[in-house]
């Protein structure tokens, strides 16, 4: 199954023409501005799915990808506030800062394999709202409110960036930001998966002995698969607190790693996009399922599970099995 | 010839059992040297401990007078020590192909990231290990299963497979646990000549088999071991005269070490 170079070529350019062009036209033309924030939060969603879902790459069921988004949160939201940093350059430090976390944590708990992994990541998410909790720095449950809007960003008095606070559209610009890096997260990650890196974490998936004993450091590639997937948590927690301008304990839960993983698994865990289809579907059906009032949560998980069993290679799934037919 | 590979005093120790005690023996270049012993001897104890996927309770083992035993797994393969497993393990969802391919790891001259940003030296690896994994696929006879997924395989074709991924490590050493397990007559004897063309082409064999005829035949010496001790070591003649060993195997059929 190849699909030919050009096919590749015209579905990311009409990719990319519908997010950056089609989209924000169609918003504008129909006044749904607060579409903006939707898809903005799908995107930087899809951001941390797609760190949760490398992590299923390596044979690993993450269901902590909330404490780095959490964390990334913070980290942003500390440096913005307490030592005036630019939010632009909180950005990376806060992906860095969760990667080195993650390379701490990752190197005791990568070892343990299954339903042992995932708990202990799930315990994370919890550990993380117990610290900011308790933290000084994090300010307790008042969390970190009024964090000013991303300023300028200009290189060699170059403004690449104009201060968010002077734009009459912030929502506009937020959507535009997260978008980009969606874009870019995804192409880090189709890359690594169509390189000789994605066969090495496909063989710590499916056997490690093995892979150890053909001489692949796989306590090494787990940690730089676990560290990249964190980077991707925290870059995205950094950009919905500088989006919704605070920070609370309570900003990412145990529901939102559960989520993340659900957003995985759903678009497919064997596709690169899985994460990326899986968070707007979720998080579009979660929404349309809010008419259904009181019934909401008991839908929603009813169809997960039906989708689940008829669908368990997730919904991409679906256009391979079209295309072998076709 | 040279010594190879040389095990000294080892000793494997699980809480209260001591599964192999205080084991010596040498292995010579380009030698094919069997473990024989009844189950629960501690052979593939004993070829865990060679390849360091596990750590000795006493003892080392050397290769060519380096220190092979202690270390982790990927250190010894890189060392030239490669084991192929006892179940058939190969990575079930790929390729037969791209399972010889991810097996040439240690030959890679490329970094993680050189593979991420696709330099030259990493092109170059690709393709040098494309080319490797079809001759090794050609000398297993498996070139016409290449684009089968591997769990597609029927049994005999598998264990070609496990033989396959470890030939790409390009081990000095190679270790094999029972890869004559559960093939027939047939396939043992087309097994058999493929190892000894694998030690014509250079390569040093360690081998733990049942199958007693397969390995009196293809044996240049065999150890012995029974209960984790060594009870005997010598040419396939010299162990079947051996009391020792012939009392080992008393209790199961003595044909089994074609009396
Ligand atoms: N990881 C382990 N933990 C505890 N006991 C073990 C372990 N591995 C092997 N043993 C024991 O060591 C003995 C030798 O096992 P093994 O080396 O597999 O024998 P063989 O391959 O000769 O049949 C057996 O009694 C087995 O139960
Ligand atoms: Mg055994």
Known sequence: MTVNRTTKIAAVVAFLAIVFIAVPAAISASGHFDLYYTLTSVALLSIASAGVWLTFYIGRINIGQGAYALTGGYVSAILVMDHGWSFWLTLPVAGLFCAATSVLIGLPILRLRGVYFAMVTLVLTEVARLLALALPITNGAKGIVSIPLPGALSVFG???????????????????????????????????????????????????????????????????????????GGVSGAIFAAISQSIYPSSFTVTDSVNFMLNCFLGGLGYVFGPMLGTLVLYFGWDLLFQTGQFQLLIYSGLMIVLMLVLPNGLLSLAETTRKKG | ???????????????????????????????????IGPNGAGKSTLFKLISSFLRPTTGEVRLKGERISGLAPHIAARKGVVRTFQE?????????????????????????????????????????????????????????????????LPHGHLRALGIAIGLATNPSILLLDEPFAGMNHEETMRMVEMVRRLRERGLTILLVEHDMPAVMKISDRLVVLNFGQKIAEGTPSEIQANDKVIEAYLGSEDEAIGL
């Open chain 2, 88 to 152: 058939t393990t190969i990575f079930k969802n790929m390729s037969v192909r791209d399972n010889v391919i991810i097996a040439h790891h240690l030959r890679s001259k490329a970094s993680l990231f050189g593979f991420f940003l696709g330099t030259g030296t990493a092109k170059a690896d690709e393709a040098a290990f494309g080319q490797s994994a079809d001759e090794i696929l050609a000398l297993l006879g498996l070139s016409s299963l290449a684009h089968e997924i591997a769990r597609n």
């Open chain 1, 158 to 232: 170059i403004t690449l960036i104009p201060d968010f606070a002077t734009l009459q559209n912030s929502r506009l610009a937020f959507y535009l930001l997260a978008v980009t890096l969606m874009v870019v997260c995804f192409a880090i990650m189709y890359r690594l998966v169509n390189s000789r890196i994605g066969k090495l974490c496909q063989s710590l998936q499916q056997n490690e002995e093995l892979a150890s004993s053909i001489g692949v450091n796989i306590a090494y590639l787990r940690v730089i698969a676990y560290a990249v997937s964190s980077f991707f």
């Open chain 2, 1 to 35: 010839m040279a010594e190879m590979l040389e095990v000294s005093g080892i000793t494997k120790r699980f809480g209260g059992l001591v599964a192999v005690n205080n084991v010596s023996f040498s292995v010579r270049e380009k030698e094919i040297l069997s473990v």
